[in-house]
């Protein structure tokens, strides 16, 4: 049953991780970040993906999208 409840708790957290960021919220992109970086440990397909998640997150648009 934890297993179920930690689940849904990562789903949602990636859920409004990615509505803050669409919708340019500063602290979606900081969650995106600590995702990303969590994912680094997930050999080979998170490392991939947590590094491709780094470049997007420090990428100057992606950056100036989020201050406003």
Do not use: C, H, N
Not at 31 to 42: C, T
């Amino acid at each position: 049953m934890a297993v179920l409840f930690i689940t849904v708790g990562i789903v949602l957290l990636l859920y409004f991780t990615r509505r803050a960021v669409l919708e340019g919220r500063a602290w979606g992109r900081g969650a995106s970040i600590v995702i990303a970086v969590l994912s680094l440990l997930l050999i080979p397909f998170g490392t991939i993906l947590g590094v491709v998640m780094l470049i997007g997150a420090f990428d100057r648009e992606v950056q100036a999208y989020t201050r406003r």
